[in-house]
C-alpha cells in the first residue's frame, strides 16, 4: 500500500480511497465501488464528514430495531468488507441473533468467498451468502440471490452502501428497510423506512455503540420517520454550502490605504 504521511491535510480519506484500491487489487471490490465511494465522499464533504443529531437518532432507533427483530440481517458488498468489518462484527456482537449476509451486484463464487473471509477473520460469525439457496422475486440482477436462512426470511434488513432496486425489492417483501448512504436523494434513501445520511464506518459504529447500551426501562421517543430525516440532511448539506461559500477572511489582500 502506498506511504501516506499522517501531516496531511486529508490523510483520513487518502487511507481509505489506498485500502479501497488494494481491496481492488485483491478482488474483493469491483472498479465501479471506487466510483460508488467517490460519490458517497462527496455528499460527505457537505456534512462537514461528521454525523449529525439527525442521523445519529437514526442510528439509535435503527439499534432498537435491530433489538426487537426476530430475523435482523445485515447485508454486506465488497465495500463493506474492504472498510468496516470490523464494525460489522462489532455490531453482530451488540445485537444477539443478527445475521451478516454476503450479497453481490458484481458476483463470482470467489469474489463472495474473499468477502466472506475477510469477514471471518475481522470476527463475524458465521456469515451468510456464498452460495445462495434463494431468488428475491422481480429483482433482474445478481442481488437477487439470497440465502434462505438469512435475507429471504429477514424482517428487518441493514442495507449499507445499497443500490435502490434491492432496497424497493424487499420492501414489497415486507420487509423493515434500515439504509446507509450519504445521499438523501438516492433512490435507496427515498425507499428505505429508516435512511441513515452518514458514513459507513461511523454509521455502523453509532448504531453499535446505541445497541451496546442496556436497554431503557421508559419508553423510547417515537421513531423519525423517514421523510424527516432525508430533509434534515439535504438541510445540513445546503449549511454546509452556504458556509463553502462564505469568503475566508484569511484570504483577503491587505489594503493599501
Do not use: C
Request: aromatic share 2%.
Amino acid at each position: 500500500m502506498t506511504r501516506i504521511s499522517p501531516r496531511h491535510p486529508r490523510y483520513r480519506s487518502l487511507v481509505v480511497r489506498a485500502a479501497l484500491a488494494e481491496a481492488t487489487r485483491r478482488g474483493l471490490v469491483v472498479p465501479e465501488g471506487l466510483i460508488a465511494h467517490g460519490r458517497g465522499e462527496a455528499f460527505d464533504y457537505l456534512l462537514g464528514e461528521r454525523t449529525t443529531a439527525s442521523a445519529a437518532r437514526a442510528e439509535r432507533t435503527a439499534a432498537e430495531w435491530l433489538r426487537a427483530a426476530r430475523r435482523p440481517v445485515v447485508s454486506v458488498n465488497g465495500n463493506v468488507a474492504a472498510l468496516a468489518a470490523g464494525e460489522v462484527a462489532r455490531l453482530q456482537r451488540a445485537v444477539p441473533g443478527l445475521l451478516v449476509e454476503v450479497n453481490l451486484f458484481h458476483r463470482t463464487d470467489a469474489r463472495a468467498d474473499r468477502i466472506a473471509r475477510r469477514l471471518l477473520r475481522a470476527g463475524v460469525s458465521n456469515p451468510l451468502g456464498r452460495r445462495p439457496t434463494a431468488r428475491i422475486p422481480g429483482l433482474p440482477s445478481d442481488r437477487a440471490l439470497v440465502d434462505r436462512r438469512g435475507l429471504y426470511h429477514a424482517d428487518v434488513a441493514l442495507i449499507p452502501l445499497e443500490d435502490g432496486d434491492r432496497a424497493e425489492a424487499l420492501k414489497r417483501r415486507g420487509l423493515r428497510v434500515i439504509a446507509i448512504d450519504l445521499n438523501p436523494l438516492s433512490r435507496t434513501s427515498r425507499a428505505a423506512d429508516l435512511p441513515i445520511v452518514d458514513e459507513l464506518r461511523r454509521a455502523l459504529a453509532g448504531i453499535a455503540a446505541a445497541a451496546e447500551r442496556p436497554r431503557s426501562v421508559r419508553p423510547s421517543p417515537r421513531a423519525p420517520t423517514a421523510a424527516y430525516l432525508r430533509r434534515a440532511a439535504q438541510a445540513e448539506m445546503a449549511a454546509g454550502l452556504r458556509r463553502a461559500s462564505r469568503p475566508d477572511p484569511r484570504s483577503r489582500a491587505p489594503s493599501r490605504g
